[in-house]
């Protein structure tokens, strides 16, 4: 049944609405879902996106009409599609023309910030905010992901041990409601609407606008990689690199369990002596772990930096012949990702299946958890990179809607797998299987994990992965979206005469 977005042609949109590219629209990142909209609208406005879900809302609940903001569609199961509803594509509206950046004034009264639309790709705030020699504070490691996107997951990288995650550096948010009105809101202002939103999974509010902190720019970055063999070491030496005072600026860590093959590696451009690809390094074929740094510097002050880093290094366990470290721009750091991902689409292995798998594990279990995962479940192959690094949670608000361990100290443990094939160990059901293994573990194992980018589809499962957070999350949605129009590819509320899909 395909409702009739028709409903929508009255409208008065500076915009437009389009079928013919319904298609695209049912495609994402994961590469495992597609539900086709009835309509794709291309805002020309905020006011057409208050319009179209005011026109929907004003419909009622027995129009089975939904809408689904779509960042960059790098969701991996669904969750910015909709089946006949409305796909509204907010990279219409993120444009740099859009963007204001605000110098900020001396002290600590007048901080930096940009205003974003939230269809601004992260790598077009960083080109904007540089022009003025600042940059945003928190980051994900791919940058060709959307500011409304990433703040409605919560939006992490190797810097968030310091800065907290991307949620936790947005100072104001304007925000379509699922009654279709346009609101400003902040710690301030609209509070409980402000850190609904902030990974709120889109179920409080289409985010037209983020107010992200900024600070002066790093020049140039030392980018530093170092390998252990003892699982114990390469966390007891993260874990006392977060809680130091005088540290890095970016801490993540990766398992290396098979060094060959570009799917394996195609996370980072870092160049000069790869130690993944380093042939002369014989590890018997054991499972590595890489702890990877970096330390932002001033060209004129080369040497302090490499006094600091010097003094960091010393107090690491690493196996000495590891370390491998390159200089390059900030911007080269940042958008690290992109260039693989160029590679990667140049051979057809961009477009594939992605049965991705996070994680967040709770300090005192991810000892146990990395015995079973590496030592068992994925002991001879994995089908991508795997992250695994400690962030500290007192760097996270627990005012927003974002699912966090309960201990100050969890890591985020995430299976980047790609499936390029139909069968065997190259497919999504091996990778899938081996997922369920993983979460099959954790849950009989008592691990309290919780997961990140959760892909569930019952509301059974998000009750108990918000747990006692669940019903301040359902009281906003009856709130903020009481039909249940926004983002239903989350599969957490089912619009009424919807039947709940999966
Ligand atoms: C290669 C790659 C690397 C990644 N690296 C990281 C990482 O390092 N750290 C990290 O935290 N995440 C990372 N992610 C995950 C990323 O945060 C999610 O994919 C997220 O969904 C953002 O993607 P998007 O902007 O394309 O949003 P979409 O996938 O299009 O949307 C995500 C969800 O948010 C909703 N939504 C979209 N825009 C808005 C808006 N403006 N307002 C309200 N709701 C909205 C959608 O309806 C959907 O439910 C990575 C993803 C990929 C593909």
């Known amino acids: 049944h395909v409702p009739d977005a028709g409903v929508l042609a009255p409208l008065r949109l500076d915009g437009y609405l389009s079928f013919h590219d319904v298609a ?16 794709v609208l291309h805002p020309g406005s905020v006011a057409d996106v208050a319009a ?5 809302f004003q419909l009622g609940e027995r129009s089975p009409l939904t809408v689904a903001a779509r960042g960059h569609g790098h969701s991996l199961l669904g969750q910015s599609q909709t089946a006949g509803g409305i796909v509204v594509r907010m990279e219409s509206l993120g444009g740099g023309a859009r963007m204001r950046v605000h110098a900020g004034g001396a002290g600590a009264d007048a901080p930096a910030y940009v205003d974003a639309p939230g269809g601004a790709l ?11 020699g600042l940059a945003p504070k928190s980051w994900t490691d791919y940058l060709h992901l959307t500011v409304g996107g990433t703040l409605s997951n919560a939006g992490v990288s190797g810097q968030a041990f310091r800065q907290g995650p991307q949620v936790s550096n947005v100072n104001q948010l304007e925000i379509v409601t699922g009654r279709g009105d346009v609101v400003t809101c902040s710690p301030e202002e609209n509070s409980d609407l402000f850190y609904g939103a902030l990974g709120g999974l889109g179920q409080f509010g289409i985010i037209t ?22 699982f114990a ?33 195609w996370r980072t451009s870092f160049k000069p002596q790869d130690p993944v690809q380093a042939s002369h390094f014989q590890s018997d074929g054991k499972v590595l772990y890489c702890l990877e740094m970096t330390k932002n510097f001033d060209p004129d002050e080369a040497d302090i930096m490499e006094q600091e880093v010097g003094v960091l290094l010393s107090r690491l366990r690493y196996i000495q012949s590891t370390l491998f470290h390159t200089d390059v721009t900030y911007l080269e750091f940042l958008d690290r990702v992109h260039s693989s991902e160029l590679k990667l689409r140049a051979q057809g292995l961009w477009e594939v299946p992605h049965p991705w798998l996070n994680l967040l594990i709770p300090r005192s279990t991810i000892h146990r958890f990395a ?12 089908n991508g990179p795997i992250l695994l690094y400690p962030v500290n949670r007192s760097k996270w608000d627990n005012r927003t809607s974002v699912v966090i361990p309960e201990e100050e100290i969890f890591y985020l443990v995430g299976f980047l797998s790609s499936a390029p094939s139909a069968s065997g160990h190259g497919s999504v059901e091996h990778a899938v299987s081996l997922n369920d293994k993983i979460v099959d573990f954790c ?18 499962q998000w009750k108990a992965h918000f747990g006692a957070r669940w019903e301040t999350f359902e009281r906003r949605k009856h709130m903020y979206d009481p039909l ?5 590819g989350q599969r957490i509320f089912p619009k009424a005469s919807l039947p709940m899909s999966s």
């Open 122 to 132: 992260w790598i077009n705030v960083l080109h904007e905010t540089l022009k003025h």
């Open 443 to 460: 849950d009989k194992a008592g691990v309290g994990m919780k997961q990140y980018l959760a892909p569930y589809t019952t509301q059974q």
């Open 209 to 230: 606008r983020a107010r992200i902190a900024l600070e002066p720019a790093p020049k140039m970055v030392r980018w530093i990689r170092v390998l252990y063999s003892d």
């Open 52 to 56: 179209a879900v005011r026109r929907v």
């Open 233 to 265: 070491s390469f966390t007891e030496d993260q874990e006392a690199l977060i809680s130091a005072e005088r540290t890095f600026d970016y801490i993540e860590g990766f398992v290396i369990i098979n060094r060959t093959g570009i799917l394996n590696n």
């Open 484 to 488: 249940a129009i926004l983002a239903p």
């Open 371 to 382: 015995t079973e995962v590496f030592g068992n479940i994925l002991k001879d192959s994995n």
């Open 24 to 39: 695209a629209a049912a495609r994402d990142f994961g590469n495992r879902c597609s539900l086709l909209p009835a309509a």
